[in-house]
């Protein structure tokens, strides 16, 4: 079959795959696959929600909090119609140009997302490291300067991966491991040099997610430190305990990153079930996860849905 190029050629489409082993229209994977998004929707439209109304929470750290909402919606949002479209209709073919915008919506939110968690990062060493001049240097300036560095990144970063893969020439097999496009699964079609393109992927990764990871790496050091050097058990447990949060956030977005670009990389000899159910941990785990981790862990928004929940049961007896 002739190369053809995903510029020159409208007809060009891609095969998505649903859970190796699944059927396509399977209502059991389909209907926790809806409760899945409805409870990202709802837990973080909830944050954003309560961070606008409640006065109490506009500080750095929940206005982070609400920018790493903001990620997490658009990381959802950008799988759901390729997922929902094969479970629930059956229908797996996408054009080229839907499946570039895809990736890239993707791949940028999840550098956005990496992006937030440095700043949350940040946020915690100057509350335990620097408690006295937290007001100081967190202005809201600055967040918003914060806001706008971290967005901007995310999506310079990775449009060059967009545009390089448009004028990638595609023969042969068009299907794709994975319910969307991902960058890999897609250069993995390519049947001319992708070497410019793979190692601008590599780069964009490593300026992004390896960047930010070893950043949070020095951060939590420093914390440790600080907090160590605290005298009573208490007030250490007590500091140490505000960024338990955080931490989990940390870990529930890196590991299944990190096992997925390893995977793509080096377990080319895995079972497909392994590359798909790492790459649905790493784009719907976090964003499920986080708004209930922080609700959890975090008195105030705890405080705050306790109220609503008291208020609406009011209410009805009412």
């Not at 209502?27 to 709802?42: D, E, I, N, Q, V």
């Not at 109490?56 to 959802?76: K, R």
């Not at 020439?169 to 969307?180: D, K, N, Q, W």
Request: aromatic share 10%; glycine share 6%.
């Amino acid at each position: 079959m002739s190369p053809s190029n995903g510029t020159g050629s409208g007809l060009l489409t891609f095969i998505l795959t649903s859970i190796p082993g699944l059927p396509m229209s399977s209502s059991w994977m389909a209907l926790p696959l809806c409760f899945l998004y409805l409870l990202m929707l709802l837990g973080n439209c909830t944050l954003l929600w309560m961070i606008k109304t409640d006065h109490s929470l506009h500080t750095p750290m929940y206005y982070f909090l609400s920018i790493l909402a903001v990620a997490d919606l658009g990381l959802s949002l950008s799988t759901l119609p390729t997922m929902l479209a094969i479970f629930w209709f059956e229908s797996t073919s996408l054009h080229f140009e839907a499946c570039v915008v895809q990736m890239y919506f993707i791949h940028c939110f999840s550098a956005i997302e990496s992006g937030v968690l440095v700043a949350m990062a940040f946020d915690r060493i100057i509350a335990i490291c620097y408690p006295l001049r937290y007001a100081s240097v967190l202005t809201s300036s600055l967040i918003v300067k914060a806001a706008g560095v971290i967005f901007t990144r995310g999506i310079i970063v990775v449009l060059p991966v967009a545009i390089l893969m448009k004028k990638m020439p595609f023969c042969g097999s068009r299907v794709l491991s994975h319910s969307f496009c991902l960058h890999q699964d897609m250069l993995r079609l390519v049947c001319g040099d992708v070497r410019v393109n793979s190692l601008y992927g590599l780069t964009a990764v490593i300026l992004t997610k390896g960047l930010d990871s070893l950043t949070i790496l020095l951060s939590y050091m420093m914390i440790i430190r600080a907090v160590l050097n605290i005298v009573t058990p208490e007030t250490r447990a007590k500091a140490f305990s505000t960024c338990i949060a955080h931490l989990s956030a940390v870990l529930i977005f890196y590991i299944p990153l990190i096992g997925l670009s390893i995977t793509h990389r080096l377990g080319k000899h895995l079972p497909p079930l392994t590359h798909t159910l790492l790459a649905d941990a790493y784009l719907l785990v976090p964003p499920v996860l986080n708004p209930l981790v922080y609700s959890w862990k975090t008195k105030q928004i705890r405080r705050r849905i306790l109220i609503l929940l008291c208020q609406r049961g009011t209410q009805q007896q009412v």
